[in-house]
């Protein structure tokens, strides 16, 4: 029996000694533990050399994925006879070479048991393989392996869209600074201008294209404004209260406004590079929330990788962390939305369910993140599935709006009320008819009023007899607490006559 053992340096075909050992598998330690002991158990037939590292790295990827490569296929034609039992490491592999090559392939746990005791004493097995010369062997295949394996390609490094976005954000500052600038300096002498035309790359060309403002009447100005704004401007020009200017102060003006073209132009060149960037590096992103919002979400996270290591909670509020400790710290309402906000889905939705639509769309985006970070396939098929998602749940609580104000919530008819007696040929009438009520035929008893039952002796109350003394005993009570209220201001003023007269009387 024959063991294929693979290695950094190149493919070994041992030839095992004593079969039975691999039914003792619990005894193959003991027999590797010196080189001698393991000469005894297997005894190298074949090996074959790698040439260099890419050869390595094409038979070590073709392992990994359980594939048969040309080389390891000619290695076992050569080696192997077809009589002979090959034991291999790889279940998979094994099914593929005894399909391919019609050999008998062996793979159990045993096998494994006597691999490792072979890797144990290796160097010594094979000959003329040095433990020195195998050791960075094996660090360079595992580098390139796993470059390999991550399949490193400069079209998805998201680096460049980091920077891109930064300096877009840096040229829209400045291109707003230089075009008020513009506005501000060219309005001294044409003050109407600044209403009139509204864009600031328009009114640069205006500008640069017009000079003074007295040569706007004899200049068509059909390639930079529409036909109406035109009008204006040269009506404008005719009654201007600008002052003048100079040669000179008009060329540096429009050396400015040159440099906001410029830079406009600069803009919109980067803008297609990062929508290309971002088409590449994170199509299922780009197609949720857009290529902008895409971008500084990357930028803020400072990589994918990074960003797919968020949750959706996180994504949803990243970018508005100061906001957050604020509510964190004065016990208030933490915030619903950070960049994301300025994504299309959510500025499209009411105010009242902006909340819930970002809530729905950053659990949508994080799941996009992780596919365009780990994922191998460069389609957007999970991000057109998850804007659906989106848009459906938008319209879903736009429709339960729409049913609550028409008064039916559900927006089906409901089914009427099972009625036998309308049931049959002949429906019944739709209310039941009423039974004939005698009591409602009883003459109404004549109400007699206090005043005709007053006139007519013992049909009197008794009531209406004790009334005129409760009136009377009330009455001589309430002139009781006046005379009460009134004795102590009389004594009061007897008392001042009293002492006027004793003042008088000393005097004398």
């Known amino acids: 029996m024959l063991l294929l053992f693979e290695t950094a340096a190149g493919f070994a075909l041992f030839k095992v000694l004593k079969e039975k050992k691999l039914e003792e598998a619990e005894d193959l330690a003991s027999d590797f533990a010196t080189l001698e002991a393991a000469q005894k158990v297997v005894k190298l037939k074949a090996f074959s050399k790698f040439e260099n590292t890419t050869e390595a790295l094409a038979a070590a990827t073709a392992l990994v994925d359980s594939k048969l490569s040309k ?16 034991a291999l490491l790889d279940k998979k592999l094994g099914s593929i070479v005894q399909e391919k090559l019609g050999l008998n392939v062996l ?19 094979i000959s003329g393989l040095a433990g020195a010369d195998l050791r960075p062997m094996s660090l360079g295949l595992s580098h390139s392996l ?36 513009v506005r501000e300096w060219y309005g001294w002498h044409f003050p109407e201008m600044t209403k009139i035309v ?7 060309k205006c500008v640069v294209f017009m000079g003074t403002r007295e040569k706007s009447a004899g200049l068509d100005f059909s390639a930079i404004l529409e036909e109406e704004v035109e009008g204006a401007l040269k009506a404008a020009a005719q009654v201007s209260m600008g002052t003048d200017i100079s040669e000179s102060d008009l060329d540096n003006i429009k050396d400015l406004a040159h440099q906001v073209i410029a830079l406009s132009e600069y803009r919109g060149q980067l803008f297609e590079y990062l929508k290309n960037r971002m088409a590449a590096v994170a199509p299922n992103l780009t197609i949720l929330v857009g290529e902008l919002v895409g971008a ?6 400072g990589s994918l990788v990074n960003l797919a290591k968020q949750p959706a909670s996180t994504v949803q509020i990243l970018g508005a962390e100061k906001a957050l400790f604020r509510a964190l710290k004065t016990k208030h309402e933490t915030p619903k939305y950070g960049l994301i906000y300025h994504a299309s889905l959510i500025g499209q939705s009411q105010p009242k369910y902006k909340g819930k639509i970002s809530r729905v769309l950053a659990a949508k ?6 596919v365009d970070a780990l994922g191998d396939t460069s389609d957007a098929t999970v991000g057109i599935e998850a804007r659906q998602k989106v848009e459906a749940r938008l319209r879903q609580l736009e429709g339960k709006l729409l049913g609550t104000e028409a008064g039916n919530s559900k927006g089906k008819e409901q089914p009427a009320k099972y009625d036998k007696a309308r049931q049959g040929a002949t ?17 109404a008893e004549k109400k007699v009023s206090r005043r005709t039952l007053r006139g007519k002796p013992g049909r009197v109350d008794e009531a209406e007899e004790e009334a005129p003394k409760a009136k009377k005993a009330k009455k001589d009570k309430k002139e009781k607490a006046e005379k009460a209220e009134a004795a102590p201001e009389e004594n009061g003023k007897a008392d001042k006559k009293e002492k006027k007269k004793k003042k008088k009387g000393g005097d004398e």
Request: glycine residues 4%; aromatic residues 6%.
């Open 71 to 86: 080389g390891l296929k000619k290695f076992l034609k050569k080696h192997v006879d077809e009589d002979e039992k090959l």
């Open 146 to 181: 796993s470059r390999y394996k991550l399949k490193f390609s400069p079209d998805k490094v998201d680096t460049m869209i980091v920077q891109a976005i930064g300096l877009l954000d840096d040229l829209d500052k400045e291109l707003n600074t230089y075009a008020m600038r």
């Open 107 to 125: 793979w159990s746990n045993q096998v494994l048991e006597l691999s490792r005791g072979i890797r144990s004493q290796l160097t010594g097995l």
């Open 365 to 370: 985006c994080a799941l996009a993140i992780r």
């Open 427 to 443: 429906p019944a009438l739709a209310t039941a008819p009423k039974a004939y009520n005698a009591d409602a035929d009883a003459p």
């Open 198 to 204: 509204t864009d600031n790359i328009q009114y640069a």
């Open 296 to 301: 500084r979400l990357i930028a803020h996270a």
